[in-house]
């Protein structure tokens, strides 16, 4: 069985700790998702499992194959969406996914559906820099999806989209999860995360301090902790 496996993963900066040892696991078509207040860590704690950030301990392995000792074959099983970037301003839509796509050898066809699945066909000849917040959001998402990967990494994902993508959003992650795909995502969206997840994990100041599979009531719980742990 495909999985997922996060133990004891922290962060240390020079003076700072983002991230204090945290485990997580998923199997093949479940999703996880980080929520919790400013500066918990969620973004940490992705960029460390996309290989983006180096952990200060702990390990990272999918189907047992750890990061530190075939990274470009753990790499390789990854999509990653960041909550932000600037680069690639002056790419056009289709550039940018023809770019990406290049770097996991994907082909033609699949970048058209890709580009269809998020609503960009009308707009793939114009520059990314002229993308509106929820266009760009949609196109760093299309681009993590490219190469269907075994495990989705999200931060942030739906910051910025209007709710009809909002839903799109949701039944297209539902969809990926049908076909096996492993997702985690970082959001504040309670109601997303209700959709799509199979465990909510809440973090507060680098910990995960609670483990949420209870869906019911979900937006109250998680409001109740955000008002009891706010940073
Ligand atoms: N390069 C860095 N150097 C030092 N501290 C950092 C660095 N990057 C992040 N941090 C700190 O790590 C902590 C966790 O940040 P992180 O971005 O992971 O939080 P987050 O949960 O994603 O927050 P948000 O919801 O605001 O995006 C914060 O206190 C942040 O200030």
Redesign the pocket.
Known sequence: MTELKVVSVS?V????T??YPCSLQATKGKCVV?C????????????IIAGILFPSSGTISINGLEMNSSRETYLAQIGFMP?DFNAQEMMTVEEFLHFYGSLRRVGKDRISEVMDLIGLVDKKRELVKSLSKGMRQRLLFGQSILANPTVLLL??PTNGLDPYWVNQFVEILNQLKKSGTIIVF?T?MMDVAAEVSDVILF?K??NIIQTITNKNNIEETTMKLMKLHRQ
């Open positions: 962060k900066y020079k003076k700072k983002a991230l980080l919790g207040g400013n500066g918990a860590g969620k973004s940490t704690l992705l960029k909550d931060d942030e970082s504040h973090m100041q680098g």
